[in-house]
Nanobody, 124 residues
Framework: QVQLVESGGGLLQAGGSLTLSCAASGRTFSMSAMGWFRQAPGKEREFVSTITGSGASTSYAASVKGRFTTSRDNTKNTLLLRMNSLKPEDTAVYYC?????????????????WGQGTQVTVSS
């Protein structure tokens, strides 16, 4: 079993930056690929980024590529999402997720564990 707890969300203006954190416990963290997803009001949950267990490989949604960076610190069992040049359309609840195995994944149903989410609101 894995427990995931996100933090770092908030309200900020367009063009600003924010870093989300996800603290993981309950499993060997470095063996699990991780991902970030988001869900805006009235919309389906969408993929944001994914990272392998070692952190050597990452992949991003086209909408955030070049603005968001995902990383992990396996010594601290922490996943990070650095978000720059934020836009109002980035407003959503952001979720971190863990797979029971390694390997990049862009699909929510391939993740086995989910955090409770943290709200990010970007005003224009």
């Amino acid at each position: 079993q894995v427990q995931l707890v996100e933090s770092g969300g908030g309200l900020l203006q367009a063009g600003g930056s924010l870093t989300l954190s996800c603290a993981a416990s309950g499993r060997t963290f470095s063996m699990s690929a991780m991902g970030w997803f988001r869900q805006a009001p009235g919309k389906e949950r969408e993929f944001v980024s994914t990272i392998t267990g070692s952190g050597a490989s990452t992949s991003y949604a086209a909408s955030v590529k070049g603005r968001f960076t995902t990383s992990r610190d396996n010594t601290k069992n922490t996943l990070l999402l650095r978000m720059n040049s934020l836009k109002p359309e980035d407003t959503a609840v952001y979720y971190c997720a863990a797979r029971a195995t390694d390997g990049l994944s862009w699909t929510a149903n391939e993740y086995d564990y989910w955090g409770q989410g943290t709200q990010v609101t970007v005003s224009s």
